[in-house]
């Protein structure tokens, strides 16, 4: 089946899913494989709970029973497929079969992509990748955008192989602009997803030491997000450029031709107050530039590092005609609700939640900014930084010796820190745990009260599951 063929056949179902459990009736299935599971083995459940069509692999069961001409190879070849896949079989013309089923997801996003178009004019994606704050930025430019746009936006954190189709294949016909996610961890991922995702407007938050044991050094890690910017100086096309990052300025000369919108905090004057326990969140003054007066901008961010993030969805706004004015009332509007730059006031204590990932990048942006804020009684809870390597001892080394200098709380979580614990042979109040569950644990044992307290670690340390005893 040609791509042609696959798209009237999406056209009809007008969604996909690739999660059996997950239909409600109509979809059209992808049968995607992993390492612990095989989307082929639920295809004919799929169909049964309703939906339209299963695209399957061609070698699989399923793509056996159903379609004629490869149950009769197969049964050529010794197999038993060719009875049940009959005139009277109940999937038949409903099972596709391909050679690689997440290939042709990638294939028909990118056809869908290609084929939308808003006014007569193809549709307008803005593809953003970077080490921390993706996807605050991409929530950020998606709040503002919506002041005059109805804008598709990654769910979520599906920035990966699968998830940038799915949110491409979300694309309808009242989008009138996309803003797509794209999460890398080893080289060439950013070049495989804009390959998909097409995008006319790039942006990277910024460079960090993230994912080093899949990206080998932190060059590494430039060289596979700069895979943005290659694409979009091929399609002579445009890069917002936060151009008081270093690291992303040397990028961008590295590509002389590459057009740059260029935004940044110091480069705009923007003044960002200083936080405390008062008013923990990020505010901030910008300059106009239409007639110099200023605009204060109240968030309710935690952090002074999200004021990058700020700037890129103002930079973003402006270029798609959106007022200073109207992007500040609609950041202004904006409540992170996903385990990111959050304050949370318990009956107990007040925390910043910053717990979805972790790298050391963005520890230490977090614990410059815990180290801002005033309040009488302090604590640190962090989890391990995975994925680093061969640097990972350093690393977890670098974040206990620093936190034993800022004289608070201290709570480590995962077998990483538990080595830096061990090396740094540190006679300070320092507790470690193997688990979040176990920290929860001591923690209901041991009550914390009147403390202000900075979660975060990586996704698999689960730092999360703190927050219900504190």
């Known amino acids: 089946m040609n791509i042609q063929e696959l798209y009237n056949k999406f056209r009809e179902c007008g969604s996909v899913t690739t999660d059996s459990r997950a239909v409600k009736g109509g979809e059209m299935f992808f049968a995607l494989k992993g390492e612990n599971f095989d989307g082929n083995e639920y295809a004919l459940m799929a169909l049964d709970a309703g939906a339209a069509y299963a695209v399957v692999?061609?070698?699989?069961?399923?793509?056996?029973?159903?379609?004629?001409?490869l149950a009769q190879q197969s049964a050529a070849g010794g197999g038993e497929s060719a009875v049940s896949a009959g005139t009277g079989n109940p999937y038949a013309g409903k099972v596709i079969p391909v050679p690689d089923t997440l290939l042709a997801l990638q294939e028909l996003a990118r056809y869908h992509r290609s084929m939308t178009f808003v006014n007569g004019k193809p549709l307008t994606v803005i593809g953003l990748t970077g080490t921390n704050g993706k996807t605050t930025t991409k929530e950020l430019i998606k709040t503002v955008l919506s002041v005059k746009y109805r804008v598709t936006a990654t769910e979520g954190n599906l920035n990966n192989s699968i998830g940038v189709p799915l949110t491409l294949l979300k694309i309808n016909s009242e989008t009138q602009i996309a803003v797509v996610e794209m999460g890398a961890s080893h080289p060439?991922?950013?070049?495989?997803?804009?390959?998909?995702?097409?995008?006319?407007?790039?942006?990277?938050?910024?460079v960090g030491r993230c994912h080093l044991l899949g990206f080998g050094s932190f060059e590494g890690v430039m060289k596979t997000k700069g895979e943005l910017y290659d694409y979009i100086q091929r399609t002579a096309d445009k890069a917002f450029l936060n151009v008081d990052n270093p690291d992303l300025c040397k990028m961008a000369s590295e590509r002389p031709d590459l057009l740059t919108i260029p935004y940044g905090v110091k480069y705009q004057n923007v003044t960002v107050h200083a936080a405390s326990d008062g008013c923990p969140f990020l505010k901030m003054t910008v300059p106009s530039p239409e007639d110099g007066t200023a605009v204060e901008i109240d968030t309710h961010l935690v952090g002074a590092y999200n004021a990058d993030n700020v700037m890129a969805a103002i930079a973003v706004g402006k270029e798609f005609g959106i007022s200073l004015q109207e992007a500040a009332g609609a950041i202004a509007s904006y409540i992170p609700s996903n385990n990111r730059s959050q304050l949370v006031r318990t009956e107990r204590n007040t925390l910043i939640v910053d717990a979805y990932n972790a790298n050391p990048t963005s520890v230490n942006a977090a614990l410059d900014n815990f180290g801002m804020l005033n309040a009488?009684?302090?604590?640190?809870?962090?989890g391990d930084m995975l994925e680093l390597g061969d640097f990972s001892e350093k690393e977890h080394l670098d974040i206990v010796t620093r936190v034993k200098n800022m004289g608070v709380k201290a709570f480590f979580v995962g077998k990483e820190f538990g080595k830096a614990l061990e090396q740094s042979k540190s006679t300070a109040a320092l507790f470690h745990f193997n688990t979040s569950d176990e920290l929860a644990s001591w923690l209901e044992a041991n009550p914390?009260?009147?403390?202000?307290?900075?979660?975060?670690?990586?996704?698999?340390?689960?730092?999360?599951?703190?927050?219900p005893v504190l």
Not at 57 to 69: L, V
Not at 188 to 206: F, M, Q
């Open 57 to 69: 692999s061609e070698s699989s069961d399923a793509a056996k029973c159903c379609c004629p001409e």
């Open 188 to 206: 060439g991922d950013i070049k495989e997803l804009v390959s998909v995702a097409l995008p006319n407007y790039g942006l990277i938050t910024n």
């Open 376 to 382: 009488t009684d302090k604590a640190v809870m962090l």
């Open 448 to 467: 914390l009260d009147g403390c202000m307290i900075l979660v975060k670690g990586s996704r698999g340390t689960r730092m999360e599951k703190v927050i």
